[in-house]
């Protein structure tokens, strides 16, 4: 079983790095049949990484969410999963660019992590774990993806004029990703709190993970403000997305490297 596992893992790791070149070239040299081609092959490596995730979970007996390898591979399985929604509901083809290498980069970050499978530490087995963990994974993604379109709106904005389709399309899917983010990130906040009264007696224990999820919570309330009651929109919010993001990955990756706590394991 092991060896199957490090043939899915690795073998999507591989594809998505190959989708990703070819999507890179297709675009850059206006090639459809390799931009074509890119989508294969990262579909096919969504599947292997898919199929690695429910074999995992049903060797572990649990959600394979439970430490910084699988949360990475989650995310990254979340940026995937979110691309390929984008695309096929609204023809985004075009966050490819970014999310490909993302979903590879990710990945590649979750394979510089011990991988052995181990049991649920007490504080982890409760009802909460899918919803707390799962909606903090897919968050990250929908944050990652916002700061792609924001990207894209800067690099568009040269040749278009400003009342163009394009930018308004654009900016709106920048700030629909925001907002189903900032909504699964709430989630994650309110349950993360209801499971540290159960687990450590306290709602809130000011632990580095939780004061950075409220530093990310607190940045995308500002753009929703912004946003929502100020009208704002175009240059200043694709800005925004995009300086977003490092936050985004240093409550992800930084506050577990450098700021060990409760949720070092996480």
Same mark, same amino acid.
């Given at each position: 079983?092991?060896?199957? =596992?490090?043939?899915?893992? !690795? ?29 294969? #092959? ?9 199929? +690695? &995730? ?45 999310? =490909? ?19 649920? =530490?007490?504080? &982890? ?14 968050? +990250? ?14 690099? &568009? ?9 394009? &930018? ?6 920048? +700030? ?35 004061? /950075?999820?409220?530093?990310? /919570?607190?940045?995308?309330?500002? +753009? ?20 977003? #993001?490092?936050?985004?990955? !240093? ?16």
């Amino acid at each position: 079983m092991n060896t199957l =596992m490090n043939v899915l893992f !690795f073998g999507a790791i591989v594809l998505y790095f190959i989708g990703a070149v070819l999507q890179f070239v297709g675009s850059s040299f206006k090639k459809p049949g390799l931009t074509k081609a890119a989508w294969i #092959v990262f579909l096919a490596g969504f599947a292997a990484h898919t199929v +690695y &995730l429910i074999v995992r979970g049903v060797v572990a007996h649990r959600l394979p969410l439970a430490n910084q390898f699988e949360f990475a591979t989650a995310f990254a399985w979340g940026v995937a999963l979110i691309m390929i929604i984008l695309n096929a509901r609204f023809h985004a083809d075009w966050i490819a660019v970014a999310a =490909m290498p993302a979903a590879f980069l990710i990945l590649s970050y979750a394979a510089l992590q011990p991988r052995e499978i181990t049991e649920l =530490m007490p504080a &982890l087995k409760s009802a909460w774990f899918g919803f707390h963990i799962g909606s903090a994974a897919i968050s +990250y993604s929908c944050f990652i993806l916002a700061g792609a379109a924001g990207l894209r709106w800067l690099l &568009l904005a040269r040749r278009e004029s400003p009342d163009s389709r394009k &930018l308004h399309q654009m900016d709106y899917m920048a +700030y629909r990703l925001i907002a189903v983010g900032f909504l699964l990130l709430t989630v994650t906040i309110l349950t993360g709190a209801i499971w540290a009264e159960q687990a450590w007696s306290a709602f809130w224990t000011w632990d580095p993970k939780e004061v /950075w999820a409220l530093i990310t /919570w607190i940045i995308y309330a500002v +753009y929703l403000h912004l946003r929502l009651r100020q009208k704002r929109s175009g240059k200043v919010m694709a800005w925004f997305a995009i300086i977003a #993001v490092p936050v985004v990955l !240093f409550t992800f990756v930084g506050v577990n490297t450098l700021m060990p706590g409760l949720h070092s394991y996480g």
